[in-house]
């Protein structure tokens, strides 16, 4: 059985940092595309950042140069370093392991950036 769990969230002041993380059992995440999405209120979701299985990286415009995504193979995680929070950050962010079209999704966590 495949699960996606995430976890890291939380509320944040803006200019501030978190650090999420996406722990995967039942696969093996470095086979994977390793992707963080996130969903605010009354919005649809969003690609934030993927990593694919040779490393190479993909950002949305909106958080490069602030969100980091990484993996650890060996713990079979991965994760999204978050700086400079802005308000506009705030969403739901989920974790997404993609092969050949099938697709296993986490729950999802809460990150809140207000003052």
């Known amino acids: 059985q495949v699960q996606v769990v995430e976890s890291g969230g939380g509320l944040m002041q803006p200019g501030g940092s978190l650090r999420l993380s996406c722990a995967v059992s039942g696969i093996v995440s470095s086979r994977h595309f390793m992707g963080w999405y996130r969903q605010a209120p009354g919005k649809e979701r969003e690609l934030v950042a993927e990593?694919?299985?040779?490393?190479?990286?993909t950002y949305a415009d909106s958080v490069k140069g602030r969100f980091t995504i990484s993996r650890d193979n060996a713990k079979n995680t991965v994760y999204l370093q978050m700086n400079s929070l802005k308000p506009e950050d705030t969403a739901v962010y989920y974790c997404?392991?993609?092969?050949?079209?099938?697709?296993?999704w986490g729950q999802g966590t809460q990150v809140t950036v207000s003052s």
């Open positions: 990593v694919a299985r040779d490393g190479s990286t």
């Open positions: 997404r392991a993609r092969l050949f079209g099938v697709e296993f």
